[in-house]
């Protein structure tokens, strides 16, 4: 799996850059450094690598998921700027480095973070993210097919980052927090699960979707492989999420599905979910390899 991301990687990050590029000089210096703060040095790239793992997974080229792959990274960015600012989760320091809002000012994170937004749709109508992309406007996709299917793309990944994913994930996660200090464990424990597993579908699990279920639409899936995929990245997404925590588990806000069940009883449930969807997909052959060890990785990893 390191080699396979240790290939991909680098072709994400140049991507990436390249949409930089061509916005010299037509952006304010300070919010393109702010928006460029989290996204050079990156975190792990976990969801545009399973974008492009999605598409090879249907027998498509990695290459046609690559503006999406950008798109995904660009609103996790995003939603880790707004997550860190003073009224959500007030964090100076991610990945040991001034957050974006310490680095610069809260005005120009919450800029930033909506600029990044933007951004990625931008991309996605442009339909073309490689390294040398200089156009200022989208020549119109070969074909309808090709259309049609970028277009759900769209659809998929605004749906997936907006009220009814990331947003009002985050909003209720707020909420939940707020309540859990003060309801009794028994209270907790009857609606808990359910509430925080709603939560990590839209907060965390909607993004992953959009990821795989987008990076295989752009590889030529079918509605059959569409489906399962569904299913499969949002199973993939609530274990990420457990395994999140977990790994906060020993930092000072003690994770949410600890508050709930222990640690052994939550890990193995995260192993379990992504086992049985790492199943779901066991008769796609040598080419949905590494979709599975992706899935893997994501409850496996130390950070
Ligand atoms: C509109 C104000 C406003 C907010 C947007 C902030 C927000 C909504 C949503 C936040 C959702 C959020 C931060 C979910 C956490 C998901 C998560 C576990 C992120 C860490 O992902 P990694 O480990 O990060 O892939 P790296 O560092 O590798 O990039």
């Given at each position: 799996?390191?080699?396979?991301?240790?290939?991909?990687i680098p072709r994400?990050?140049?991507?990436?850059?390249a949409?930089?590029d061509?916005?010299?000089g037509r952006?304010?210096?300070a919010?393109?450094?702010?928006?460029?703060?989290l996204?050079?040095p990156?975190?792990?790239?976990?969801?545009?690598?399973?974008?492009?793992?999605?598409a090879?997974?249907?027998?498509?080229?990695?290459?046609?998921a690559?503006?999406?792959a950008?798109?995904?990274e660009?609103i996790h960015?995003?939603?880790?700027?707004h997550?860190?600012?003073p009224?959500?989760?007030?964090?100076?320091?991610?990945?040991?480095?001034?957050?974006?809002?310490?680095?610069?000012?809260?005005a120009?994170?919450?800029l930033?973070?909506?600029a990044?937004q933007s951004e990625?749709?931008?991309v996605?109508a442009e339909g073309?993210?490689?390294?040398?992309?200089t156009?200022a406007?989208a020549s119109?996709?070969?074909?309808?097919?090709?259309a049609a299917?970028m277009l759900?793309v769209?659809?998929r990944?605004?749906?997936a980052s907006?009220?009814?994913?990331l947003?009002g994930?985050q909003?209720?996660d707020?909420?939940?927090e707020a309540?859990?200090?003060?309801?009794?464990?028994?209270a907790?424990?009857g609606?808990?699960h359910a509430?925080l597993?709603?939560?990590?579908e839209?907060?965390t699990?909607?993004?992953?979707?959009?990821a795989i279920v987008?990076?295989?639409v752009l590889?030529?899936?079918?509605e059959d492989?569409?489906?399962?995929l569904e299913?499969?990245a949002?199973?993939?997404?609530?274990?990420?999420?457990?395994?999140?925590?977990?790994?906060?588990?020993d930092?000072?806000?003690?994770a949410?599905?600890?508050?709930?069940?222990?640690?052994?009883?939550?890990?193995?449930g995260a192993?379990?979910l992504?086992?049985?969807?790492i199943?779901?997909?066991?008769?796609?052959?040598?080419r949905?390899?590494?979709?599975?060890?992706?899935?893997?990785?994501?409850?496996r990893r130390?950070?």
């Amino acid at each position: 799996m390191e080699a396979y991301m240790a290939e991909r990687i680098p072709r994400i990050d140049a991507a990436i850059e390249a949409r930089f590029d061509r916005s010299a000089g037509r952006v304010p210096e300070a919010l393109r450094g702010a928006m460029r703060h989290l996204l050079f040095p990156g975190g792990k790239r976990l969801r545009p690598v399973f974008a492009l793992a999605a598409a090879e997974a249907v027998g498509g080229r990695a290459e046609a998921a690559l503006p999406l792959a950008v798109a995904v990274e660009l609103i996790h960015t995003y939603s880790l700027v707004h997550d860190d600012l003073p009224c959500m989760d007030d964090d100076a320091l991610r990945r040991g480095r001034p957050t974006v809002h310490v680095a610069y000012d809260e005005a120009t994170a919450v800029l930033a973070g909506d600029a990044l937004q933007s951004e990625a749709f931008s991309v996605l109508a442009e339909g073309h993210a490689g390294p040398g992309c200089t156009r200022a406007a989208a020549s119109l996709p070969e074909g309808t097919d090709a259309a049609a299917r970028m277009l759900f793309v769209v659809g998929r990944l605004a749906r997936a980052s907006g009220a009814e994913g990331l947003v009002g994930g985050q909003l209720d996660d707020l909420a939940f927090e707020a309540a859990s200090g003060s309801e009794p464990i028994a209270a907790r424990a009857g609606t808990g699960h359910a509430r925080l597993a709603s939560i990590h579908e839209r907060k965390t699990a909607a993004l992953f979707q959009a990821a795989i279920v987008g990076g295989a639409v752009l590889g030529g899936a079918n509605e059959d492989e569409r489906e399962t995929l569904e299913v499969f990245a949002r199973d993939v997404g609530v274990a990420f999420q457990i395994a999140d925590d977990l790994l906060d588990a020993d930092s000072a806000e003690a994770a949410s599905i600890l508050r709930l069940q222990g640690i052994e009883d939550a890990r193995a449930g995260a192993e379990g979910l992504v086992e049985r969807a790492i199943a779901r997909i066991e008769g796609w052959g040598e080419r949905a390899g590494p979709l599975q060890e992706l899935a893997r990785f994501a409850v496996r990893r130390r950070r």
